[in-house]
């Protein structure tokens, strides 16, 4: 296994470098640059401008100081906010990200799971409807949408909870956004469980646990879910980067300081570094959980085996 | 017991009572529509940083409540006779934050800093009527040739190329604020950080994070903090604009700089008062490629523009957040009187028949019809406000295109001249005068988007510049603009407005042309 994981790790600093060298030029292929804006610049200022950031080095000049900076493990100086580095940024605002990720993640796995299960054993029963009905709610109503119901009816109606703001990370500023993140992840989950639940529990080796006459908690738990699960944890992996790495409409709405808005806005600000950055730590992201996800395979099904 | 009981507990909440009174510090949480770029006073240019950069620094003259010029930094001035020498005498106990002395020689070195090419400072061209200082910017010359010297310790003189008659009301803006050569020597490029950052004015840099808050503490040093009555102020992020107005409903924030438009009916109607919308310096425009044919005929452009009907635009699109402009320069500079179009008070129906004469007389019609693209920078307001022109034109037989570009590749396009025939833009004052938005039509202004050039306008600004007296210079402005409509290079559609949400808990928030509300004049009361 560990010479196993040693491979995939060699093999990640190609698909890294791959992805870095593919952003930066299709970064630049986007018209305008950072320094665009209403007010146009005189052009004395613009060309100070580009020179304190070397944009008025020729492209491939450019793409090997990067890299070279990369390789240090520099990621820049962010174009936009001159105040702080991307490294700062990402300092400032990781942890965050992955505290209402991770959390979302967990309460998404543990409600969504049970769900599944429960309208698995209950199949075509109104609770298996109403699993069903959930579910496809969760899935399809936009978060943009769930994010300011929750804030008018837990912020405004009731004022049990703040609207939005980190509080410096107090929990009850915490519970609407990890809601508004877990819903729709909770809805494929479940729907994902409920399928392969129902397949497992057709299956000729759980028809054999029952023959034998375990009983009926011996065989969910310990025998169905088992297979049941595999499913779940492709679908957790990249969910997991996914949410860690934040989402630019619930930490818009929240006013949540996180590293979710980086992608979007620093790519509509032509902030190339912070472009650059954020696709490194969502690429090292993926290819971590990616990993993680082969080995639990591994651990979960006796049959996957990797040396 | 009881009585024992009761007795404890009436102790207790007068204890209470009065720790709470000892510590009630006055707290004012600001909604900004954005972080600062920076808080480096050198490398800001947007009006979020400014309202932030206003109460921590002072410049040599600052705006009170209303937006008008108070002393600063400096608490006299002079000048010479021929408009051209500022002298200024500074605060005898105006002191940094550190408790250095602030000196004549701190704004030499931040005037220097400013237009030294290594700081890339967004707004040194701002500065370009201080002698030598386009040469530095432009690194002809070393910045020790600018013209700002220190007379001595509270003594600064500023020399001009030519009388600026908004010279003080440039002042204002914050990339003329001094930062302290100690604190940049120290920690360079981070002494804009909380617990590096030394400054002057009311208020001091606690806290920064990014996309959360920035907190600001009262300054004791300030030489008014006896009349500063908020002790900390909250600066909070607040881009999505609904979300700004719930947490303002729950009491999150105090006030807030922006409000959802589209909703600006309902929120008339459930806050009020506490709506502020009133007009800002700020003109709204489409501007048109003038060195492309067809549109560079005078006759064609002016046709267009006065087929547009802004009452429509503003009342129907803006919901009453903007008014309708047939002048650039806003109304509401004291002393300038903008040149309107004649056709401002013409019928919507008799400016639609002269404009179809007129291009009937150019040669279009039903067979010939005008094709005209329009470009606009990703925005639904922009979006509608396009599709609205595209109707009103269309009885007139202009087919107009749409095409939606986002924020940078649309001035990128128009800042390196790119293939355009119409396009959005707008334009907010940095100060208080005409010349903010006249000089944008100079030849070779970078931000003259319309490739506007003509001698005549041309000259009547250089003339406006070079003339000391008020009047006169107003006048020359004036009939620079009186061309700017005849020629109509850009069609100015809309004048801005800003919309505060206040709360009846400020006092001092006062409405002004400028939009600026330092917070050491706003009070708050539980």
Same mark, same amino acid.
């Given at each position: 296994?560990l010479?196993?994981v040693v491979?995939r790790f060699f093999s990640?600093?190609?698909t890294?470098f791959?992805i ?8 630049r292929i986007?018209?305008g640059g950072?320094?665009n ?7 004395i200022?613009k ?6 950031y070397s944009l ?8 090997l100081d990067?890299?070279?900076?990369l390789?240090?493990g520099?990621?820049g100086?962010s174009y936009v906010?001159?105040d702080f580095?991307v490294a700062?940024l990402f300092r400032?605002?990781?942890p965050?990200s992955?505290?209402l990720?991770?959390s979302?993640l967990?309460?998404a796995?543990l409600?969504?799971?049970a769900?599944g299960v ?7 029963e109104p609770s ?7 579910a496809?709610a969760?899935?399809?109503i936009?978060t943009?949408?769930i994010?300011?119901?929750l804030?008018?009816?837990?912020g ?8 939005g703001?980190w509080?410096?990370?107090g929990l ?10 877990a819903l729709?992840?909770?809805a ?7 399928g392969?639940m129902?397949?497992?529990?057709r299956?000729h080796?759980i028809?054999t ?9 011996s065989?969910?738990v310990?025998?169905?879910?088992r297979?049941a ?17 934040g989402?630019?409409?619930v930490e818009?709405?929240f ?11 620093g790519?509509l600000?032509r902030?190339?570094?912070?472009v650059?950055g954020?696709v490194?730590?969502?690429?090292v992201f993926?290819i971590?959980f ?5 080995i639990?395979?591994a ?5 996957v085996?990797y040396? | 017991?009881?009585?024992f ?6 102790g207790?909440a007068?204890?209470?009572?009065a720790l709470g009174?000892?510590n009630a510090e006055?707290?004012y949480?600001?909604?900004?529509s954005?972080?600062p770029e ?5 490398k800001?240019s947007?009006v ?8 921590l620094f002072?410049?040599?003259v ?5 937006a008008e ?7 006299s001035?002079?000048?010479s ?6 002298t200024f005498?500074?605060?005898p106990d105006?002191v940094?934050s550190?408790?250095?002395a602030v000196?004549a020689?701190d704004?030499v070195?931040?005037f220097?800093?400013l237009?030294n090419p290594?700081?890339a400072?967004?707004?040194a061209?701002?500065?370009y009527p201080?002698?030598?200082?386009k040469?530095?910017?432009?690194s002809k ?5 600018l013209?700002?010297k220190a007379i001595d310790d509270?003594?600064?003189e500023?020399?001009?190329n030519?009388?600026?008659p908004y010279f ?7 990339a003329?604020?001094?930062i302290?050569k100690k604190n940049v ?5 981070d002494?804009?950080k ?8 009311a208020y001091t840099l ?11 503490v009262?300054n ?5 903090a ?5 002790d ?10 609904s979300?700004? &107005? $719930?947490?303002?409903?729950a009491?999150e924030?105090?006030? %807030?700089? #922006?409000l959802? =438009?589209e909703?600006l ?7 009020g008062?506490?709506?502020?919308i009133a007009?800002y ?6 501007t048109?490629?003038?060195d ?10 002016r046709?267009?523009?006065?087929a547009?009907d802004?009452?429509?635009l503003?009342e129907k699109?803006w919901?009453n957040s903007?008014f ?5 320069v806003?109304p509401?500079i004291?002393?300038?009187?903008p040149?309107?179009a004649d056709y401002?008070d013409?019928?919507q ?7 179809k ?6 040669g279009?019609?039903?067979d010939k019809p005008?094709k005209?693209e ?6 639904e307001n ?8 595209q109707?009103? &034109? $269309?009885?007139l ?6 095409? %939606?570009? #986002?924020t940078k =590749? ?6 390196q ?5 119409v396009?959005?833009?707008?334009w907010i004052?940095d100060?208080k005068d005409p ?6 039509l100079?030849?070779?202004?970078g931000s003259n988007y ?6 005549e306008?041309?000259?009547?600004m250089?003339q406006a510049?070079?003339?000391a007296?008020?009047?006169k ?12 409509v005849r020629d109509?290079p850009?069609i100015p559609l809309?004048?801005y407005?800003?919309?505060?949400i206040?709360?009846?808990k400020?006092q001092?928030?006062?409405d002004n042309?400028?939009?600026v509300h ?9």
């Open positions: 296994m010479g196993y491979r990640a600093i190609p890294l791959l870095v060298t593919i952003s930066f030029f299709v970064m986007a018209p950072p320094f804006q209403e007010k146009g610049l005189n052009p200022v060309a100070n401008l580009e020179r304190q008025d080095q020729p492209l491939w000049k450019q793409y990067y890299l070279n900076d390789l240090h520099d990621l100086p906010l001159p580095t700062e400032a605002g990781l965050i992955i505290q990720g991770a979302a967990i309460l796995l409600v969504g799971g769900l429960i309208a698995s054993l209950k199949q075509n298996d409807y109403s699993v069903i009905a959930l496809t969760g899935s399809t936009p943009f949408v994010a300011p119901l804030q008018l009816t837990f405004l109606a009731f004022a049990w909870l703040p609207v703001g509080g410096g990370g009850s500023h915490k519970i609407l956004p990890i809601i508004t993140l729709p992840q909770m494929i989950v479940a729907r994902l469980m409920r392969s129902i397949e497992s529990l299956s080796h028809r646990a029952r023959a034998l006459g375990l009983s009926d908690l065989v969910i310990k025998h169905a879910l297979g699960i595999l499913p779940i944890v492709s679908y957790a992996g990249p969910a997991a980067a996914a949410l860690i790495t989402s630019i409409i818009t709405i006013s949540i300081p996180g590293i979710g808005r980086y992608f979007v806005e790519a600000n902030d190339y570094t912070l650059m954020t490194v730590v969502i690429a993926t971590l990616n990993l993680i996800v082969d639990l395979y651990t979960i099904d006796p049959r085996r040396d | 017991m009881k009585t009981f009761r007795t404890m507990a009436a207790l007068v204890l209470f009572m009174s000892a006055v707290v949480n600001r909604g900004n954005a972080d920076s808080l480096d006073p050198h800001t947007t979020y940083e400014g309202h932030i950069l206003r109460d002072q410049g040599l600052m705006q009170d409540a209303k010029l108070i002393p600063g930094a400096a608490e001035w002079t000048v006779d021929d408009g051209k020498v500022y005498k500074l605060r105006a940094w550190n408790g250095d000196t020689n704004f070195y931040s220097q800093r237009l290594e700081t400072a967004e707004y061209g701002m500065l201080i002698k030598g200082a040469e530095v910017n432009e010359s070393s910045p020790e040739t013209g700002v509270k003594t600064l500023i020399t001009l030519a009388p600026t003080l009301e440039m002042l204002t803006h914050q003329a604020y001094p302290n020597d120290q920690f360079g490029a002494f804009v909380p617990g590096n950052l030394v400054s002057n004015g606690a806290e920064f994070v990014p996309n959360d808050h920035i907190k600001l009262k004791p040093k300030f030489f008014d006896a009349n500063v009555e908020i900390v102020v909250n600066y909070i992020p607040t881009e999505d604009r979300a700004a &107005l $719930k947490r303002y409903e009491g924030l105090d006030s %807030n700089d #922006d959802p =438009t909703q009916d309902e929120i008339r109607a459930k806050f008062d506490q709506v502020h007009p310096l700020g003109t709204y425009y489409y048109f490629k003038t492309k044919k067809p549109w560079d005929d005078a006759k064609l452009r046709a267009v523009s006065m547009i802004r009452d429509f503003a699109v919901k903007m309708p402009a047939y002048s650039f806003p509401g004291a002393g300038y009187e040149s309107v401002g013409m019928t129906i008799e400016r639609e028949d002269e404009a004469k007129v291009l009937a007389e150019l279009y019609g039903p005008l005209m329009l470009r606009f920078n990703t925005s922009h979006q509608n406000t396009a599709v609205a022109v109707d009103m &034109l $269309k009885p037989g202009v087919e107009v295109s749409l095409v %939606n570009t #986002d =590749t649309h001035y990128g396009l128009l800042e001249h790119g293939d355009y025939d396009a959005r833009a707008g004052a100060y010349e903010t938005f006249l000089r944008l100079v030849t070779g202004d319309a490739l506007y050039s003509n001698p306008y041309d000259a009547l250089g510049a070079s003339e007296d008020p009047a210079r107003s006048k020359l402005l004036s009939q620079a603009e009186a061309i700017f109509t850009y809309l004048f407005s800003y919309h505060n206040v709360s009846p400020l001092g928030f006062e042309v400028m939009d330092p917070t050491r004049f706003i009070k708050k009361t539980s």
